[in-house]
């Protein structure tokens, strides 16, 4: 994914209110940017370590720029624009990154689906089938292992339920981690933080759904997955 402009440095000086960053720019000016993460963004950034924004360029939005990259404490780089990860993963599909999901003629994004009022990140179809994707974005590591949730996730639970009734009726699910962290190597579930969605993670597998993990090259003018990365479970 080319990005065009190229992402803006500056320094993260703090989170607050959950979707509020302060950052201050190379001229020393101090801005307030939205900050596109829901999560908790533990262990992925540090007060006073270079950050890297996006500028819509629209003057009327009260945030213009979004947070896109920040400096974790041990010095790696963490994507922590949650929204960035489908369009990724989208790219990666389309041009054949992504080699567990070719050979289906059509892709559509946020299909309703499931028992429980769900959207698909991705709807595949072709001669073979249909298969249903979920995307979820990486960003927690605690040395190299890359650890989901970070922090509870029912929404996260829910949609392995749902996985899990389509491979049990015998429609191909996938759930795909987008791993946004330069220094993750190895992915699993977060089961000390969310026990719930770990035992999940664990039913729906059982049941036939794939697990497929690929790590995301983050630069400032550019951000595009690259390789797999094994899933540990």
Known sequence: MKLDPSLAQGKLLRRYKR???DVELMSGEIITIHCPNTGSMKN???????????DSGNPKRKYRHTLE????PEGALAGVNTSRANQLVEEAI???VVVELQGYDSLRREVKYGEENSRIDFLLSGDAGDCYV???NVTLAEGARGLFPDAVSARGTKHLRELQKLAE???RAVLLYC?????IETVEAAAEIDPAYAAALAQATAAGMEIVAYRAELGAGEIRL?????FVG
């Open 19 to 21: 979707f509020l960053a």
């Open 44 to 54: 992925c950034w540090e007060e006073n370590t270079p950050c890297w924004f996006s």
């Open 69 to 72: 990259i920040t400096t974790t």
């Open 94 to 96: 389309t041009t054949g």
């Open 134 to 136: 979920e995307v979820k």
């Open 169 to 171: 009726s015998g429609v």
């Open 179 to 183: 791993v946004q962290h330069s220094q």
């Open 226 to 230: 690259s390789e797999p990365v094994p």
